[in-house]
């Protein structure tokens, strides 16, 4: 698995954007946020029942994500008509304000080393990148278990200080002076 201080992969995956069937389907790639901080999440599959409480609860945080010039990236391995068929029918995903990649090849999670090997699917993994395309950060759990998107923001903002944060340390508390 990919970890902390190398090169998050280049990719070019077709990612669902809007509910607005026209303007539904949007091909995005590394290049596309080129100078901003990246947070890049994946979720074992759609229609499913721990996933969508993490992906709405990123598109709650979408503001604050923004807020610090980070751009929020969902995916799984589903098609982008299968990302499309959920926000349809999924009250909590209908206006989710980031992309939802469609990694169908798995080419983007077997570069990465999340995939599954039982269950053949992606890990859930967080990944928060730098402008320079680094990875800064990673948390996978268990494909049972949630994860807690106000600790992706906090670790965020520890990055962006460029200082020492201390455990628990949270932005607007006092970084470590050496």
Same mark, same amino acid.
Request: with cysteine; net charge negative.
């Given at each position: 698995?990919?970890?902390?201080?190398?090169?998050?992969?280049e990719?070019?995956? *077709?990612? *669902?954007?809007?509910?607005?069937?026209?303007? !539904?389907?949007?091909?995005? &790639?590394?290049?596309?946020?080129?100078?901003?901080?990246? $947070?890049?999440?994946?979720? #074992?599959?759609d229609? =499913?029942?721990?996933?969508? *409480?993490?992906?709405?609860?990123?598109?709650?945080?979408?503001?604050?994500?923004?807020?610090?010039? !980070?751009?929020?990236?969902?995916?799984?391995?589903d098609?982008?008509?299968?990302?499309?068929?959920?926000?349809? /029918?999924?009250?909590?995903?209908?206006?989710?304000?980031?992309?939802?990649?469609?990694?169908?090849?798995?080419?983007?999670? !077997?570069?990465?080393?999340?995939?599954? #090997?039982a269950?053949?699917? &992606? +890990?859930?993994?967080?990944?928060? $990148?730098? #402008?320079?395309?680094?990875?800064?950060?990673?948390?996978?759990?268990?494909?049972? $278990?949630?994860r /807690? *998107?106000?600790?992706?923001?906090?670790?965020?903002?520890?990055? +962006? =200080?460029?200082?020492?944060? #201390?455990? /628990?340390? /949270?932005?607007?508390?006092? =970084?470590?002076?050496?």
């Amino acid at each position: 698995m990919l970890g902390v201080g190398q090169k998050f992969p280049e990719f070019n995956l *077709t990612a *669902t954007v809007s509910l607005d069937r026209k303007k !539904a389907f949007q091909d995005l &790639s590394l290049d596309s946020y080129k100078g901003k901080w990246k $947070v890049v999440f994946f979720w #074992p599959k759609d229609f =499913t029942f721990v996933c969508p *409480t993490e992906i709405a609860a990123f598109g709650k945080l979408n503001k604050d994500f923004a807020d610090r010039d !980070a751009v929020v990236l969902g995916a799984s391995v589903d098609s982008e008509f299968v990302h499309l068929a959920w926000r349809e /029918n999924h009250a909590e995903l209908k206006d989710l304000p980031f992309p939802m990649l469609a990694d169908i090849k798995r080419e983007l999670s !077997a570069a990465l080393g999340i995939l599954d #090997p039982a269950a053949g699917v &992606s +890990q859930r993994a967080v990944y928060i $990148v730098d #402008p320079d395309n680094i990875i800064r950060f990673v948390m996978v759990t268990d494909l049972s $278990v949630g994860r /807690n *998107t106000q600790e992706v923001l906090r670790v965020l903002d520890a990055l +962006q =200080t460029d200082e020492l944060c #201390p455990c /628990n340390w /949270n932005k607007g508390e006092e =970084t470590i002076h050496v």
